[in-house]
Structure formats: C-alpha cells, structure tokens
C-alpha cells in the first residue's frame, strides 16, 4: 500500500469515528476525528484517562486555526512561523469543538503538524484529529512502534502501516500557553 492509500483508508475509519493507532511529527499517538464526541470518549477510557485531563489536536494548516479559536494571539503568528520543533500552543476561546476537549480554563492545545502522512490525513479528512501518546495514562510514553504495548494496540480500531510511522523527533513536543495578545508562557520545552 502507498501512502496516498493508506491516508485514504485511515481517513475513511476517522470518517466512522474509529479510533486510529498513527505515527505524528513526534511520536506514535492514539488518535480519532476530534469532533467525534463518542470515538472521544473511547479515547479516554482506552487511556483510562481523567476526563479532566484533555487531549491536544493536530491540524494541517495555520489558516484553519480560526475555526476553532474565537480570537488568536496576536504573538501567536510570530511563534508558529519561528518554531523550529513541534511545538503545541493553548489558545483561550475555543469554538465548534466539542466539550470533551476544552480545558476547564476554556483552553485547547493545538499543533499545527509537520509529518507528511498527518498533514494529508487531515487534510483529506477536513476536520482536527486528536493526538495522545499511545500508552495507559501514568504509563511511561513509548518512543517508537514497538515499544507500544498490545493492550493498545487490541484496543484501537485501525493501525496505521508500521512503515509510514518514521517518526522524527522522538519526544513530546514543546508546549506554550498563550496568556494575552503578546504574552505567554512555555509550560515544556
């Protein structure tokens, strides 16, 4: 299978709120179509993860962000041009997602990916997915495929072929929290 077709058929499972196992710009993830309350809600009892605990997501492209953020930091597009790394902002005043994923702040974290199969996966799908590492929540976070246990992998619905999973920067990815227009706050580097 190429890559064209595996986005296809990982897409058409998103599509009937599958949850998918796929690799990321930084490590392997647990993911599903993030306006899917119910394949959400399998995420989180697979992860047997608080459900105060939320989940990044993942979009394509910078101009979609305003789909789901009210107002953007004004600092915000100077940040997501200069980072170098994956690196996953919090913006306040989240919109048209579902509940689930806002923080009780009324914060989302979102990053905007740079792995080819994840960039054309949304893409085509046309809505965010959520990323979290693909391990029980407290569990240490493994690094490549086949450090990922089988509990996982017999949860999920799909499994992205091993192959398009070379995965680049094997750690979690930088995180800032947007404060106001011109401020914020690295929470991880």
């Given at each position: 299978?190429?890559?064209?077709?595996?986005?296809?058929?990982?897409s058409e499972y998103l599509?009937?709120?599958?949850?998918?196992?796929?690799?990321?710009?930084?490590?392997?993830?647990i993911g599903c179509d993030?306006?899917?309350?119910?394949?959400?809600?399998?995420?989180?009892?697979?992860?047997?993860?608080?459900?105060?605990?939320?989940?990044?997501?993942?979009l394509d492209q910078v101009?979609?962000?305003?789909?789901?953020?009210?107002?953007?930091?004004?600092?915000?597009?100077?940040?997501?041009?200069?980072?170098?790394?994956?690196?996953?902002?919090?913006?306040?005043?989240?919109?048209?997602?579902?509940?689930?994923?806002?923080?009780?702040?009324?914060?989302?974290?979102?990053?905007?990916?740079?792995?080819?199969?994840?960039?054309?996966?949304?893409?085509?799908?046309?809505?965010?997915?959520?990323?979290?590492?693909?391990?029980?929540?407290?569990?240490?976070?493994?690094?490549?495929?086949?450090?990922?246990?089988?509990?996982?992998?017999?949860?999920?619905?799909?499994?992205?072929?091993?192959?398009?999973?070379?995965?680049?920067?094997?750690?979690?990815?930088?995180?800032?929290?947007?404060?106001?227009?011109?401020?914020?706050?690295?929470?991880?580097?």
């Amino acid at each position: 299978m190429n890559l064209s077709e595996e986005i296809i058929k990982t897409s058409e499972y998103l599509k009937q709120g599958a949850v998918i196992l796929y690799p990321t710009d930084t490590i392997w993830g647990i993911g599903c179509d993030a306006t899917n309350e119910v394949a959400i809600a399998r995420i989180f009892n697979i992860k047997q993860r608080s459900l105060n605990k939320n989940f990044l997501i993942l979009l394509d492209q910078v101009e979609k962000l305003s789909l789901y953020i009210e107002h953007i930091p004004l600092i915000a597009w100077d940040l997501i041009e200069k980072t170098n790394r994956p690196t996953t902002f919090i913006y306040p005043n989240v919109k048209n997602l579902p509940k689930s994923l806002i923080a009780a702040d009324g914060s989302i974290a979102i990053r905007m990916v740079k792995n080819e199969f994840c960039q054309k996966l949304i893409g085509l799908l046309g809505k965010p997915i959520i990323s979290t590492s693909a391990n029980i929540s407290g569990k240490p976070t493994p690094a490549r495929f086949q450090d990922i246990s089988q509990e996982i992998k017999d949860k999920v619905d799909y499994i992205v072929d091993k192959s398009f999973g070379i995965v680049e920067d094997v750690k979690p990815s930088t995180i800032i929290r947007f404060i106001d227009d011109y401020n914020f706050e690295i929470v991880r580097e």
